[in-house]
């Protein structure tokens, strides 16, 4: 008898038990997921900040941060035996129009914050010239001199596309 | 003229796309047939507007009219006449309207494909694909114009005297053609590539591919017909969105490895990173679209991956053109920034509103429950799942974590290359088990015992070449698990082929190789896709290889001093300056290759000086084994730095590549005639 009054529900029992399973794996999935998210932010996660804002602060001295600026081209050297780059840029602000202008202005600035760049067993990249802009990872030595160990460069000057170039407004010469 | 007929032909379209939108959906809500034919053919007549427009600009390009603005940015009097073509889309303005263009090409064939099959769906479908083209046309006619051309104000401040309009101002002379052609500024010399020249097109190809699924996903939605009937109009156009975007990003890979010098093909740039968002969802799509046409389930998942895919596009669009985001590749600012965020916020919301709308009125339900954690369509369920975390980990740290902190935090945080790799490396793990064991389990239900018996021979195959690679000499643990988990799916997808052509040998006595050609003529997706999946380990293969057991080294040598590299020598020959015929100056290095004693390559690594900055172009050896992979840093006559590069078995990311190509088109040709009928094998099915 007993038997009999358990087999009747046996199909919506073995039903909750596979959504049971689904929930759980689907669950399972949700955690492992969220795991491999916070740990890998929490582990690899960087300020970007500016180099007024990284000299500003004692606070950032040793510790790993991403910073960006304007490439001074004068001041490129590369070993090419020991393979290190060393370069100077210059603070730009955060908030800007046009990063073109930006870049050009903060390497006239002749007070704008200063930052020594070392990269050390790297190639030198092409687009490392003046008035690129260059975002790093890496961190500031008791020397002052920012040891980076990754260089993304953007050189937006030199493919914007035009903006009235003075050579056209000459007037010609039949006019 | 040529300014005046793009300009006119721009317009036409713009005006045509905004007809077409009303008139069909004004012709579907009042059921007037009129109405939805004459919005058609407004549609169908975008396409030569749009080629017209296009066409005027290539002719200004190739004509050298450098008035335009656009072809005084792009191409100077130097420029071969290949990069004179590709320029138009070597910037924003001439892409914005090649993505117009291609946009509406697909619509026209969507029309002429689907039209009669899909009547009720196309009144709406084509309302959305003219609204995303209408939006496209008028960034180009109102924002980002490429028929402005420059003008001399005469009497204007001289701050302000040049101007570069589409109309011409009152008053205003034309520069000389002199002035002209001595300030062109020419082509981003790392455009100069044979992977740019095809890596744009068919990422716009992608990307619009994937307007036409969301089109009638949406069309479903605003009509109340959600049978399988969009989903029948759009498999395919998925998998061609898909194909061109997969196309687009290994050849992307490709010119990052050639022309950017660091001996790498990804970087988690976020413009790649906005580039593959939308593979990730697409990726998934076409593996769920298979549950709900076989199984009539996952019906309002589908619709949400087709919305997210779209979405996805459209976000990259914003991303990479907006110039918000940090990035190499991104165009430089613009104004199309806000239409393009707020077109994507606009489109995002209808479309999930319209979502809800239908969900909410029961309309979307499922016409089957999952029964089995083991079945297929639960395995397809969770590829699906790790398709999504893969997409969500890469949005997170590409656009999530940045914005989300400079909003709470008030400063922007950010993750490099190694967090991605963090994030993705469980979840490709967990990609390629399921890519293994998803072929091998049952539609609707499959016991442990009898998927652990399929398992058996790949698993066994798959133990039997770690331990071959563990002997040949690769100690690296986390190498040789890679290895395994890569080469398990491999063999799956390899057993699967083979035991569909030994069931049709044994009913029919088939040669193998007519077994295997009918085999997939009878079930090309299915076929196909395994070709897909192979080609897909392949590329694993060559990631795995090329990540860890890559070498990178410098060396100064002198002239006829040479220096060994692993089993290899590098002797510098000599040092050429010379003269390319587009007037850059290159500097050459001539070196021989050695290995085991004997020459094996002459390589030429070199820097070419392009006005704009110095590009060192790699002098490669490639086998399949790897590439010697040689970038000249600097030098003269007398001495050269090196920077030299093993990368084992990186050919095989293109090679996969290719193979992933050729099994995507078996997988989407239109149906073949049926092969000689046969018995259904037991593989077929399944």
């Not at chain 2, 939006?135 to 701050?159: H, T």
């Not at chain 2, 002035?179 to 097109?201: D, K, S, Y």
């Not at chain 2, 040598?557 to 020959?573: K, N, S, W």
Request: proline share 4%.
């Amino acid at each position: 008898m007993t038997e009999l009054s358990w087999q009747k529900p046996k199909h919506p029992k073995k039903k909750r038990s596979e959504r049971l399973k689904f929930i759980s794996a689907g669950l399972l999935i949700l955690v492992a997921v969220l795991y491999l998210l916070i740990s890998g932010t929490l582990q690899g996660a960087r300020y970007f900040i500016t180099v007024g804002e990284l000299l500003d602060e004692a606070s950032y001295l040793g510790r790993t941060v991403r910073i960006s600026g304007a490439v001074d081209g004068e001041s490129i050297e590369y070993d090419s035996e020991k393979a290190i780059i060393r370069f100077e840029i210059v603070n730009i602000s955060n908030e800007y129009e046009d990063l073109a202008t930006a870049l050009h202005e903060a390497l006239l600035d002749s007070n704008a914050p200063r930052l020594k760049i070392v990269v050390e067993d790297a190639a030198i990249p092409d687009l490392l010239q003046h008035e690129a802009q260059a975002i790093l990872t890496g961190a500031l030595g008791q020397d002052g001199v920012f040891a980076a160990t990754e260089l993304l460069l953007k050189c937006p000057s030199r493919f914007e596309e035009s903006t009235a170039p003075e050579g056209l407004s000459r007037i010609p010469e039949h006019q | 003229m040529l300014a005046e007929i793009g300009l006119a032909s721009l317009t036409l379209a713009f005006a045509l796309a905004v007809y077409a939108i009303a008139a069909t959906a004004c012709g579907a809500r009042r059921s007037s047939a009129g109405l939805v034919l004459s919005g058609r053919n407004a549609a169908l007549l975008t396409f030569p507007a749009a080629l017209l427009a296009t066409s005027a600009l290539v002719g200004a390009l190739m004509t050298e009219q450098y008035q335009f603005a656009y072809v005084y940015s792009v191409t100077d009097p130097q420029t071969p006449a290949l990069y004179r073509f590709t320029a138009l889309w070597g910037s924003q303005k001439g892409s914005l309207l090649l993505w117009s263009l291609l946009m509406s090409a697909f619509t026209s064939a969507a029309i002429g494909l689907n039209w009669r099959a899909e009547r009720r769906l196309m009144p709406y479908a084509i309302a959305f694909m003219m609204a995303t083209l209408a939006f496209f046309l008028g960034l180009s006619l109102f924002v980002e114009n490429p028929f402005e051309r420059w003008w001399i104000l005469p009497d204007a401040p001289p701050a302000e005297q040049v101007v570069s309009t589409a109309l011409i101002p009152p008053g205003a002379i034309a520069p000389t053609e002199a002035n002209l052609r001595a300030g062109a500024e020419g082509l981003n010399p790392l455009l100069r590539h044979f992977g740019m020249v095809i890596h744009p097109p068919m990422l716009y190809l992608g990307f619009v591919g994937f307007t036409i699924p969301f089109a009638f996903a949406m069309s479903a939605l605003a009509s109340g017909d959600l049978s399988t009937g969009w989903i029948k109009a759009t498999r395919r156009w998925s998998l061609i969105a898909w194909i061109c975007l997969s196309i687009g990003l290994i050849l992307g890979g490709r010119w990052a490895y050639d022309v950017l010098g660091w001996g790498g093909y990804w970087g988690w740039d976020p413009v790649e990173n906005a580039a593959f968002l939308p593979w990730l969802v697409g990726t998934a799509f076409i593996h769920s679209v298979m549950i709900q046409e076989k199984r009539g389930m996952l019906k309002l998942w589908n619709m949400a991956l087709v919305i997210a895919s779209f979405s996805a596009v459209m976000f990259g669009a914003f991303a990479t053109r907006s110039g918000v985001i940090e990035s190499v590749h991104s165009f430089a600012r613009s104004e199309v920034g806000f239409p393009m965020l707020a077109f994507w916020a606009a489109l995002t919301l209808v479309a999930l509103a319209m979502l809800l709308w239908r969900w909410r009125q029961g309309e979307l339900r499922d016409e089957r429950q999952f029964a089995n954690l083991l079945s297929r369509e639960s395995l397809f369920v969770l590829n699906n799942v790790v398709f999504i975390a893969l997409f969500l980990a890469i949005f997170w740290g590409s656009f999530g974590l940045p914005i989300t902190s400079e909003l709470l935090l008030g400063k922007e945080v950010t993750v490099g290359a190694a967090t991605f790799e963090f994030y993705v490396v469980p979840l490709f793990i967990a990609m390629y088990v399921l890519m293994g064991v998803a072929p091998l389990s049952a539609w609707g239900a499959t016991s442990l015992r009898r998927l652990g018996a399929a398992l058996k021979l790949p698993l066994g195959l798959t133990i039997a070449s770690i331990a071959a690679i563990a002997l040949s000499g690769t100690g690296i643990a986390v190498a040789l698990f890679g290895y395994g988990v890569v080469v398990f799916a491999a063999y799956v997808a390899l057993i699967e082929i083979y035991r569909g052509a030994a069931a049709r040998r044994r009913a029919l006595g088939e040669g193998w190789l007519r077994a295997v050609s009918a085999l997939f003529r009878r079930n090309q997706r299915r076929y196909g896709g395994y070709i897909v999946h192979l080609g897909v380990t392949v590329i694993g293969i060559g990631v795995i290889a090329s990540t860890v057991f890559q070498t990178e080294t410098q060396h100064t040598l002198a002239r006829g001093e040479a220096i060994a590299v692993q089993d290899y020598a590098l002797r510098y020959d000599d040092f050429i300056r010379a003269q390319a015929v587009d007037g850059r100056m290159m500097n050459i290095a001539a070196v021989t290759v050695f290995r085991a004693g004997g020459e094996i390559a002459r390589l030429r690594p070199r820097i070419d000086d392009y006005p704009q900055l110095p590009m060192k172009i790699a002098g490669a050896h490639s086998t399949l084994e790897n590439d010697f992979y040689v970038l000249l840093m600097s030098g003269d006559r007398e001495r050269a730095t090196f920077r030299i590069y093993i990368n084992p078995l990186v050919n095989l990311v293109w090679w996969g590549g290719i193979l992933l190509v050729i099994g995507t088109v078996i997988a989407a040709y239109p149906k073949v005639a049926p092969a000689s009928a046969g018995p259904k094998s037991e593989a077929e099915a399944t």
